[in-house]
């Protein structure tokens, strides 16, 4: 199997340009003969196959169009490694593939090695999120009433009310709906905060009465003790 060297971006935002070079080396260590193949879920594509040999020049360079290519390679032409250069467009998002999580994703680059009438292999696969602006604030908002909710039943806090909500904008982002799904997720969060603030007043209202009692007790103490003394004083004033 050959080895590859590449990455993709985490995060893609619609329309942008991606432009990654890959490297394949030990190209054959199975086969002498074998097609590369390349594929991508990405438009307005442009892949760029160049061959080197043990010294590092250049031997042949092919340019393919379109979300797909192959190329093929034979020990023969002397070549010990190659590139792969693909700069493509990332494609908007259908409605249908949205998804909160797991996060929806497109294949940047899948590379496979194929034998004429034989079988395929694949090297390796590179994906990336795509996103919107307005899909980047609805993931943001879900996230931090995630996060409040969490805190929230940390404290053993109900957060029922709070989940549903969160349930609904999630549902709201994966009919990318992004707006509303802002709307609910923001709503969600204040309803957990808002639960977790009256749990810890209601708290602190429990303690303030407990310090309260504990004082009182202790005046009352103090109060006892002072009659009683007061009376054996008088006890005494009578006797002498």
């Known amino acids: 199997m050959p080895s590859i060297d590449g990455s993709a971006p ?17 190209l054959f260590t199975e086969y002498n003969e074998w097609t ?60 249908s593939l949205w998804s909160f999580d797991p996060p929806q994703q497109y294949t940047v680059a899948s590379f496979t090695q194929a034998q004429q009438g034989g079988s395929s292999t694949t ?4 994906v990336t999120r795509p996103y919107t602006q307005e899909s980047n604030e609805a993931r943001s908002a879900i996230t931090d009433a995630q996060a409040a909710i969490q805190e929230a039943q940390s404290e053993n806090v109900d957060v029922s009310e709070a989940q549903a909500t969160l349930d609904n904008a999630i549902s709201a982002y ?24 009256a749990a810890e007043s209601s708290e602190q209202t429990t303690q303030y009465i407990m310090y309260g009692a504990a004082a009182l007790v202790v005046v009352l103490l103090a109060a006892g003790g002072y009659i009683l003394y007061r009376r054996n004083q008088g006890s005494q004033d009578k006797l002498a």
Do not use: C, K, M
């Open 36 to 95: 590369l193949t390349g594929e991508t879920d990405l438009s307005e594509v442009t892949w760029t196959v160049t061959t080197y040999d043990n010294t590092g020049q250049q031997i042949d360079q092919e340019t393919y169009t379109g979300q797909s290519f192959e190329h093929a390679l034979a020990a023969s032409d002397g070549a010990v490694r190659a590139t792969v250069r693909l700069q493509a467009t990332v494609t908007e998002v259908s409605d």
């Open 174 to 197: 994966n009919s990318a709906n992004f707006p509303n799904a802002v709307d609910l997720a923001e709503q969600a969060e204040e309803n957990a905060e808002s639960s977790l603030e």
């Open 123 to 126: 090297i390796d696969e590179y």
């Open 10 to 26: 985490e995060n893609a935002e619609v329309g942008t340009t991606v432009d990654q070079t890959y490297e394949l080396t030990d």
